[in-house]
């Protein structure tokens, strides 16, 4: 008899401190036929500081998801127990998987969580940021204008920002949220669980002053909910739309002057002005 059931098990592992993998996560692994992974000599490394030997990995990522799939699918509906993990952390939250995970709900193969570790969820108990309601935005957008329209559609949503950032992109991040969110709560939060664990609470419109130079290490960063600020009345934002159009620059360039020295009003909201603005009729 089979030590656990065939099925695809999405099993949490440790953020950094092997310590922090179940007893439940450590025993699926064990006996799964096949482990999923992104990177498998990480996996590998995972499994012997477990004490895990002679494990099968197999890997899956973002760049092979598709043309993996329908391998995985046949191993399943064969029979097999295949374990999904991630480079650290739960699974799919901003990792490859859901695609799999969406084809095996539809063809009735069964998928079970093995609950643990997982970065936003450890962020948010520790920072001392109101936790709840929070959005979680995984990575942000690599370019400036990505970056620029997904904290735009989230700037009014009550509650608390989450995502991930890399080291090098994390002063530009800040600056454009400080620009687009208004004065906020920030964390930034790097190698949880680990040694170097830290908690930096800082303010987001002082940000690019206060952020320490250098910071290694995985970087999760919690922005606060939207404060209290009264948002500019129309007639004011018009006048000075006016008197910045004067100044020259293009429509994207006005707008940001203009979102820069007003309360409540979002880059798109000033933007549609500028365009009513420019009718012929107008």
């Not at 949490?12 to 036929?33: F, I």
């Not at 004490?51 to 391998?71: K, M, V, Y």
């Not at 979102?259 to 002005?273: F, P, R």
Request: glycine letters at 8%; charged letters at 25%; aromatic letters at 4%.
């Amino acid at each position: 008899m089979p030590l656990i059931s065939p099925r695809l098990w999405i099993v949490a592992t440790p953020l950094g401190n092997p310590d922090d993998l179940s007893l439940r996560a450590r025993e699926v692994l064990a006996a799964a036929d096949l482990i999923l992974a992104e990177d498998t000599r990480r996996a590998a490394r995972l499994c012997a500081q477990c004490g895990l030997e002679g494990r099968r990995f197999l890997s899956f990522h973002d760049h092979n998801e598709t043309e993996r799939q329908e391998e995985v699918l046949r191993l399943l509906r064969n029979g097999h127990s295949l374990a999904l993990i991630s480079d650290a952390g739960t699974p799919l939250l901003a990792d490859p998987g859901y695609r799999l995970v969406r084809a095996c709900r539809r063809e009735g193969l069964p998928v079970s969580p093995i609950p643990g570790p997982s970065a936003p969820a450890a962020a948010l108990s520790a920072a001392g940021i109101p936790p709840l309601p929070y959005t979680f935005l995984g990575f942000l957008p690599r370019d400036t204008s990505g970056r620029e329209n997904l904290l735009t559609a989230f700037a009014h949503v009550p509650g608390s920002l989450v995502f991930f950032e890399r080291k090098d992109r994390l002063g530009e991040s800040l600056a454009v949220a400080a620009r687009i969110l208004g004065p906020r709560e920030v964390a930034v939060c790097r190698e949880l669980t680990k040694t170097h664990e830290e908690f930096i609470l800082l303010r987001l419109e002082n940000s690019q002053t206060m952020l320490p130079d250098t910071l290694l290490g995985e970087i999760t960063v919690i922005i606060g909910p939207p404060e209290v600020v009264e948002r500019t009345p129309r007639p004011q934002v018009e006048n000075l739309l006016h008197m910045e159009m004067q100044h020259g620059g293009k429509p994207r360039q006005v707008a940001r002057r203009v979102q820069e020295a007003v309360h409540g009003w979002s880059g798109k909201e000033i933007y549609a002005l500028i365009a009513n603005h420019n009718k012929p009729d107008a």
